[in-house]
Nanobody, 118 residues
Framework: QVQLVESGGGLVQAGGSLRLSCVLS????????MNWYRQAPGKQRELVAT???????NYADFAKGRFTISRDNAKNTAYLQMNNLKPEDTAVYYC????????????WGQGTQVTVSS
């Protein structure tokens, strides 16, 4: 009943930019936190950025100054603007959303591939 769809990934050269989107669909829920995670080959999944319902944000150290998380509550959409991309940013990027319906639950998207070439 609650579904997340990510988009915006692709192949870019180092120094380039991408804008990821995460659209949440369904009914009977209220979105709380929205998050972006990433997982590179052979590595653990790690948190990239969080935006809470009030608009406050938190970033991983590697994302500070380069990535910006935002949200459009009317569209139930989260964004991740990524600038000055580096090869080490190559990973599958996942949207993770916490929503309140009958209870508090977390929902994962299927991920979108970001590849940065040198």
């Amino acid at each position: 009943q609650v579904q997340l769809v990510e988009s915006g990934g692709g192949l870019v050269q180092a120094g380039g930019s991408l804008r990821l989107s995460c659209v949440l669909s369904g009914s009977g829920f209220r979105v709380n936190d929205m998050n972006w995670y990433r997982q590179a080959p052979g590595k653990q999944r790690e948190l990239v950025a969080t935006i809470i319902s009030g608009g406050g944000t938190n970033y991983a150290d590697f994302a500070k100054g380069r990535f910006t998380i935002s949200r459009d509550n009317a569209k139930n959409t989260a964004y991740l603007q990524m600038n000055n991309l580096k090869p080490e940013d190559t990973a599958v990027y996942y949207c993770y959303v916490v929503a309140l319906g009958l209870g508090v639950r977390g929902y994962w998207g299927q991920g979108t591939q970001v590849t940065v070439s040198s």
